[in-house]
């Protein structure tokens, strides 16, 4: 499967906590998102990406993952968002990949923008800690 990834998962420590496996970094392919502005969720250091007909967001896309990376990828994202299909424009072409696409009264954005290295300067210590704690939870719990 085919996802753009806007916000943290273009981290690639991020993603590879999430998934459990390193990505090479040929995987990611730079892609942009028309029709969406990217802004800093209310309260949280993560960022949403919303409608707006005149913005766009940069990201990459992601090919191949499989039907167990979706799941760890589903539930790190969680009940506030819904994987949708989008045209992004990768190399002058338009093709399509699913997003998680936030479910806007349950994830506010701000008015701050956000940016991966702004992020990856100020914010990853403190967020990577929070999701090391909340996967080895859930990897506690899952186990038979």
Do not use: C, N
């Not at 994202?77 to 998680?100: D, K, S």
């Amino acid at each position: 499967m085919t996802f753009f990834f806007y916000g943290t998962l273009l981290d690639r420590d991020v993603i590879a906590m999430v998934l459990g496996h390193r990505l090479p970094p040929a995987a990611f392919i730079p892609a942009r998102l028309y029709g969406r502005s990217r802004w800093r969720v209310q309260g949280g250091s993560y960022p949403v990406a919303v409608e707006d007909r005149k913005g766009h967001v940069d990201g990459a896309i992601v090919r191949g993952l499989s039907a167990r990376d979706v799941a760890a990828l589903s539930a790190y994202e969680g009940p506030g968002y819904r994987v949708v299909v989008v045209g992004v424009v990768v190399a002058g072409r338009r093709v399509p990949a699913r997003v998680f696409d936030p479910i806007v009264s349950r994830l506010k954005p701000s008015r701050r923008s956000w940016d991966l290295v702004r992020w990856q300067r100020m914010d990853k210590r403190a967020f990577v800690a929070r999701i090391t704690e909340a996967l080895s939870a859930r990897r506690r719990y899952s186990r038979p």
